[in-house]
């Protein structure tokens, strides 16, 4: 099984890197917060890698970090969140806030990401809710307590891309994704606009 890649980026494209190892291009695919800051042509890359096997299919998923992938296998236990939606959840609000919205299940943060409706996001978080103990991210949303506006989009952020033109929630799914950047606003609204024109 492949655990880790570390190589070049060759390609870009969709939410799909293919990675130079040795003379060999693997194509894995990242979750968006991946691609933004990693997937630049010609870039260095480190990936931690979870190798899933089907009948019909052979997908390599490459995150920056054990707990993103660790993450990923936990949401992939629940009915009905597979790799994709997995994927989206990590890509979408981050690990850090993944993990969070479910420790103080709240259903509305993750019904940001695509794919993961109002029951879907009650059914992660009623399989989920006692797991997430177990990964090293939950002991920052634990320590912090309850904390409604935490998990919330930056609104600044939210209100900029709205007078952009773009609809709100995709300027919410967007802003949640730069909150988890360092940087000033304007830092944090360049990356948001560059995760809205993939």
């Not at 492949?2 to 894995?28: F, H, K, P, Q, T």
């Not at 090293?136 to 912090?144: G, K, P, R, T, V």
């Not at 998990?151 to 773009?166: H, I």
């Amino acid at each position: 099984m492949i655990a880790r890649l570390r190589g070049e980026v060759l390609e870009s494209w969709g939410n799909s890197l293919v990675v130079d190892c040795a003379g060999v291009g693997y194509e894995v695919v990242v979750p968006e917060s991946v691609l933004a800051e990693m997937g630049i042509v010609g870039a260095k890359i480190d990936l931690f890698v979870r190798q899933i096997v089907r009948e019909d299919d052979l997908s390599l998923y490459g995150f920056q970090n054990k707990e993103q992938r660790a993450l990923f296998d936990l949401l992939r236990e629940v009915k009905g969140c597979g790799s994709r939606i997995s994927l989206n959840a990590i890509g979408t609000l981050g690990e850090r806030g993944t993990v969070e919205a479910i420790a103080r299940q709240d259903a509305k943060a993750l019904a940001l990401t695509p794919g993961i409706g109002a029951r879907l996001a009650e059914r992660i978080i009623v399989e989920l809710k006692d797991k997430v103990g177990g990964l090293h991210l939950a002991s920052l949303a634990a320590s912090q307590g309850p904390n409604p506006t935490q998990s919330q989009p930056n609104q600044d952020l939210v209100e900029a891309l709205v007078s952009l033109g773009y609809r709100r929630p995709e300027a919410e799914s967007a802003a949640q994704l730069a909150s988890e950047q360092d940087g000033s606003f304007e830092d944090r609204l360049r990356f948001a606009l560059r995760s809205l024109s993939r």
